[in-house]
């Protein structure tokens, strides 16, 4: 009996320390950054395409946490797959960082993809804040087509 026990007993315990740490994956897989706003459809007509008119379109992503963190390797996707990788960025607690689509000089607030056309389209679209092994992160949908759109996430 007490053999036929053992086996029972093991998989009992195996189930109960799966089982929590099933339940506690998602917590510690929450991610620090927050996608709190895009900018779709930059003001005006969208053409002719001007890097001015490009750099009117972007993401904002916020460090919601209370330490520093690198965004370094992170991509932010839309629905067609365009990609933009994180080169080396760290975003401080609390602050935020504005990732344009056109072309510029990156700094610790400003990204730019350096495309030379509209990624994100003004009828409907979702940004997708992926980490570094394409895993978890934010996203933040839209389905409007108001001039000069924002949306706030």
């Not at 949908?141 to 949306?151: I, L, P, Q, R, V």
Request: with cysteine.
């Amino acid at each position: 009996m007490r053999i036929k026990s053992l086996p029972v007993a093991l998989l009992v315990t195996a189930g109960l320390v799966a089982g929590t740490t099933a339940l506690a994956a998602p917590a510690s897989a929450a991610s620090k950054f927050q996608i709190v706003q895009v900018r779709f459809d930059s003001a005006g007509n969208d053409l002719p395409v001007t890097n001015k008119k490009l750099n009117d379109e972007y993401v904002v992503i916020k460090n919601t946490d209370k330490v520093d963190h690198y965004l370094t390797g992170w991509t932010l996707v839309d629905k067609s797959k365009h990609k933009y990788t994180f080169p080396k960025t760290k975003i401080k607690a609390g602050t935020s960082v504005k990732v344009r689509t056109g072309s510029g000089d990156d700094t610790s607030k400003t990204k730019y993809q350096d495309r030379g056309y509209y990624i994100w389209n003004n009828t409907s679209d979702t940004a997708y804040l992926r980490d570094a092994k394409g895993k978890g992160g934010d996203t933040c949908s839209w389905k409007t087509s108001d001039e000069g759109s924002t949306k706030i996430c």
